[in-house]
């Protein structure tokens, strides 16, 4: 069917439907070649805030350095810098494309509700890090245990959201702010010195004052025991297998795992010098 076939009314409408895709088609060149200048623009203007905003980062790096800020409140506000410089030059791109950026707060204003739900975490783990840099029951460096997960090591970095640990055996725990800030937190560095406590049996048959002094003779050969402070050799306990002994004695903190198991192992051979017995559990079956 011909298009002059069909009835005047239907045939005008055609008519007009096919000039308005015409001047479409027409005008696609044109709306293409526009379209890719303003992606091209928005890669450019993206790279270029890309370098802005480490350039900016290193700045406010370098004279928080020059200035002897704490390591963890420099990643802190480094990370905070990095989120929020990037969501400008989000909302700067987004601009270049005729996105009304009023229109965007207002919407992000009205779902505020919905978005703090959905981000309470995070919002937590923020405020978290705020009051961690305040408050500062630990910083980089401190050797930390979180007595609510149980999780323990050298702190290493404090971002926004979350706290890196390095383990003894070289693993890294990440944990969010938010629990760190509201749990029970043991600080093993805080302080120079630290206690050592070892837990040491004799038989029954043994002398409590030969083990003693032969103890005490080896905490006295200790070279990073601090030979000015208490030490102590006492019976904390009557056990099943042998008489259970405390000893304590101090160390710097840096030392304190190395005076551990040195001195566990000195006072084993200092009691097999002295002919004090070690017992081990056993039980003592009568005939009837």
Same mark, same amino acid.
């Given at each position: 069917?011909?298009?002059?076939?069909?009835?005047?009314?239907?045939?005008?409408?055609?008519?007009?439907?096919?000039?308005?895709?015409?001047?479409?088609?027409?005008?696609?060149?044109?709306?293409?070649? $526009? =379209?890719?200048?303003?992606?091209?623009? /928005?890669?450019?203007?993206? #790279?270029?805030?890309?370098?802005?905003?480490?350039?900016?980062?290193?700045?406010?790096?370098?004279?928080?350095?020059?200035?002897?800020?704490?390591? !963890?409140?420099?990643?802190?506000?480094?990370?905070?810098?990095?989120?929020?410089?990037?969501?400008?030059?989000?909302?700067?791109?987004?601009?270049?494309?005729? *996105?009304?950026?009023?229109?965007? #707060?207002?919407?992000?204003?009205?779902?505020?509700?919905?978005?703090?739900?959905?981000?309470?975490?995070?919002?937590?783990?923020?405020?978290?890090?705020?009051?961690?840099?305040?408050?500062?029951?630990?910083?980089? !460096?401190?050797?930390?245990?979180?007595?609510?997960?149980?999780?323990?090591?050298?702190?290493?970095?404090?971002?926004?959201?979350?706290? $890196?640990?390095?383990?003894?055996?070289?693993?890294?725990?990440?944990?969010?702010?938010?629990? =760190?800030?509201?749990?029970?937190?043991?600080?093993?560095?805080?302080?120079?010195?630290?206690?050592?406590?070892?837990?040491?049996?004799?038989?029954?048959?043994?002398?409590?004052?030969?083990?003693?002094?032969?103890?005490?003779? /080896?905490?006295?050969?200790?070279?990073?025991?601090?030979?000015?402070?208490?030490?102590?050799?006492?019976?904390?306990?009557?056990?099943?297998?042998?008489?259970?002994? *405390? *000893?304590?004695?101090?160390?710097?903190?840096?030392?304190?795992?190395?005076?551990?198991?040195?001195?566990?192992?000195?006072?084993?051979?200092?009691?097999?010098?002295?002919? *004090?017995?070690?017992?081990?559990?056993?039980?003592?079956? $009568?005939?009837?």
């Amino acid at each position: 069917m011909l298009l002059t076939d069909l009835p005047g009314e239907v045939r005008a409408s055609a008519q007009e439907s096919l000039s308005v895709l015409q001047s479409w088609w027409d005008s696609l060149p044109a709306k293409a070649l $526009h =379209l890719g200048v303003r992606v091209l623009l /928005a890669l450019i203007m993206f #790279v270029i805030g890309y370098w802005l905003i480490r350039l900016v980062r290193k700045l406010v790096r370098k004279s928080m350095k020059k200035a002897r800020a704490e390591y !963890g409140v420099t990643t802190f506000v480094d990370s905070f810098l990095k989120v929020a410089l990037y969501v400008i030059l989000i909302f700067m791109i987004a601009a270049s494309f005729g *996105v009304d950026a009023a229109s965007i #707060v207002a919407l992000l204003g009205s779902a505020g509700v919905a978005i703090g739900l959905a981000i309470q975490g995070s919002l937590s783990n923020l405020a978290g890090g705020v009051l961690i840099l305040l408050m500062k029951p630990f910083v980089v !460096g401190d050797y930390i245990e979180d007595s609510a997960s149980g999780k323990e090591g050298r702190v290493t970095e404090i971002t926004i959201f979350y706290t $890196h640990l390095k383990t003894y055996d070289n693993q890294t725990v990440i944990l969010p702010n938010g629990n =760190l800030s509201n749990a029970a937190i043991v600080n093993r560095t805080r302080e120079d010195s630290r206690r050592v406590d070892i837990k040491v049996s004799i038989a029954y048959s043994a002398s409590i004052d030969d083990a003693r002094a032969a103890i005490l003779e /080896a905490i006295g050969q200790e070279k990073y025991v601090l030979q000015e402070r208490e030490k102590l050799v006492a019976v904390s306990e009557l056990g099943d297998s042998g008489v259970q002994l *405390v *000893v304590r004695c101090w160390t710097h903190t840096d030392h304190f795992w190395d005076v551990k198991f040195h001195l566990t192992e000195s006072i084993k051979k200092a009691l097999d010098a002295a002919g *004090v017995e070690i017992p081990f559990p056993q039980i003592v079956v $009568h005939k009837a």
